[in-house]
């Protein structure tokens, strides 16, 4: 509770009654002032569009004495805590000024704060200083209960006291507004038994129970109230088919908006807003696109919040031609438009675009939030993009607040960027900054030392955070399971998996499977890691089949990878990978014929594999590199670049491992596709495009190569350069002429 509410609720002589008169009566009522209202600068007030506007006017008030009025004060105050062109910290320092402010005032400044805890506190005030609130003061007291409810819980219930000592519980306002506090505070009790003591059960108050019920998942008993309404307006339906859509049970929604539209209601904005967010979240798209015929049969295409929803629902319905195209045709964007299209393209794994798109925002002066950072932070991880997510780390330090309790998710989402950009020592440092902590911050330390091969770190970590109360969840194995792997745990991993299923009543996902098939495959306990296959709870996917597959080219066992390989197929038969896997497979054991069919076959489908592909960023700027790359601008530099390195390679008598490259060709040439790898290129890039002895990061699409690896580790010595690889799985940290995995990947 707040401690000046708690004393005032403690003080003993703090009591009204409802036939105690008001000390002040508003403002407007006060006879003296009438003739002020008449004043030529009240007329200027009502046609006020800014704040700069407004300090003119204030200008003009003083010139004419008017500011030493409180009605002037008031119109002031009013435009500045009401008004959407106003300024709320100007109308708070404007009522500093006034000695004895009237229950008008009050009214207003409390208005303009009732969505922070500041209400709270100006109403504290505003008893102490013996003024006492009407039907106009509570309503936007108990919206600022229900704004921050985890705060205002109880100072709800106890504002409640004040309304019944007033007697002011039967003013229609103040009783909705009591049962939608209760409502969002997560108190559906209370909110029920206001609802049921009252004869004042209009469409309004069926409304805020309907939204509570919804909101905390009691879907039976908000459809049962909605039946029971003997009056349904729009804002009714608006609240059912809501409260479906934003707890994710979008076809029920999508219903309700059908039963809205055959008992002949009139949808309107708000309806659409919700139905496009269900649309998005089930991918329906023809009833989408349906509503994008009605926005623009009701001339409403260029109101922006519903161009927002229509660009999300495309975009996450996998149409981002269509979205893009709206989000480029609108007249004016707003913050929302703009993180809808980043989060678009975040979403269907289109990070070049997001980043693009962000630095576009950049140059738009749009200010981004948490929301753009939420949507950006994954493209950077991505992409290993680490100076952007720097400097996106800079600006949340300087402009939000990473200690409120609703930017956990941003302090996780940094942890996750700096683990997969490589910089494990920047993750700890938000993660340790963090407090208090959540689980899905343990959840993303855990894994990012996982991912980098520090198993026995992660390890700690779990332990530590059972230890300080925290309960893992089927994530938490994901990243100690995957830890295991990396680092060759074999027995921690069998424990550990066997403590989440005994212990945590957590049943196996894929994802756990996923990695006891990879740990088992690793150390080549493939039997064992077959009758894992067989006697799983869940029926396999192709990705445990894969992950045997590749286990089986590890260790040269053909006869499973024939076994393996057919599951595989069926799951995913145009999918290249199996097949390259397997012919590879076929290659290293010198079967031929086998390699020749595999080969026919991916022909004939017109399947191509899967090219390598290797980001660095210099300077904030992502380059891409493919294999046998020659398209960059500067190309002719990073061949000769290449050709630097195979020569100090050769001096220091590497040899390509042409093993590596399972073709029937001449050993010259095996070896000459092995210079051309695009991590080679990107390494090349690295070295001559930063300053001698700094670190060049790299990310990869695909596993590192065997070869490759080996000629990395020792062009960090020759360069004295650390280099940071992140492949498919995991990373590799080459510094020394040696890596962090150990050659264990």
Known sequence: ?????????????????????????????????????????????????????????????????????????????????????????????????????????????????????????????????????????????????????????????????????????????????????????????????????????????????????????????????????????????????????????????????????????????????????????????????????????HGLGSNVRLVNALIDMYSKCGDLQTARALFDEMGEKDRVSWNVMIGGYTYSSRYREALDLFKQMQLSKEEPNEVTFLNILPACAYLGALDIGIWIHAYIHRNLNLHSTNSTALSTSLIDMYAKCGNLEAAKHVFDAINPKSVASWNAMISGFAMHGHGDISVELFSRMVSEGFKPDDITFVGVLSACSHSGLIELGRQYFDSMVQDYKISPKLEHYGCMIDLLGRVGLLGEAKALIDNMEIPPDGAIWGSLLGACRFHGDVELAEIAAKHLFEFEPEDPGGYVLLSNIYAQAGKWEDVARIRTTLNDRGMKKVPGCTSIEVDGVVHEFLVNDRVHPRSKDIQKMLGEIDRLLELAGYVPDTSEVLYDIDEKLKGGALCYHSERLAIAFGLISTRPGTTIRITKNLRVCGNCHSATKLVSKIFNREIIARDRSRFHHFKNGSCSCFDYW
């Open 1 to 297: 509770m707040l401690p000046a509410l708690e004393a005032m609720f403690s003080t003993p002589w703090l009591t009204f009654s409802p036939s105690t008169p008001s000390l002040r009566r508003p403002i407007s009522d006060d006879p003296p002032y009438e003739h002020l209202k008449t004043h030529p600068s009240f007329s200027l007030l009502s046609k006020c569009k800014s704040i700069e506007t407004l300090k003119q006017i204030q200008s003009q008030f003083i010139k004419s004495g008017l500011h030493n009025t409180q009605f002037a004060l008031s119109k002031l105050i009013e435009f500045c805590a009401v008004s959407p062109c106003g300024d709320l910290s100007y109308a708070l320092s404007l009522f500093e000024t006034i000695d004895a402010p009237n229950l008008f005032v009050w009214n207003t400044i409390i208005r303009g704060c009732s969505t922070s805890v500041l209400a709270l506190e100006y109403y504290v005030r505003m008893l102490f200083a013996g003024v006492e609130p009407n039907s106009y003061t509570f309503p936007f007291v108990l919206k600022a209960c229900a704004q921050i409810p985890a705060a205002a819980a109880q100072e709800g219930k106890q504002i409640h006291g004040h309304v019944l000592k007033l007697d002011l519980d039967g003013d229609a306002f103040v009783h909705t507004s009591l049962i939608n506090m209760y409502a969002r505070n997560g108190e559906l009790k209370d909110a029920r038994l206001v609802f049921d003591k009252s004869p004042l059960r209009d469409a309004v108050s069926y409304t805020a129970m309907i939204t509570g019920y919804a909101s905390a998942g009691y879907f039976d008993d908000a459809r049962k109230l909605f039946d029971e309404m003997p009056n349904r307006d729009v804002v009714s339906w608006n609240a059912i088919i809501a409260g479906y859509a934003q707890s994710g049970k979008c076809d029920e929604a999508l219903h309700f908006f059908r039963e809205m539209r055959r008992a002949g209601a009139r949808p309107n904005e708000s309806t659409m807003v919700s139905v496009l967010s269900a649309c998005a979240q089930s991918a329906s798209i023809e009833l989408g696109s349906w509503v994008r015929s009605w926005i623009e049969d």
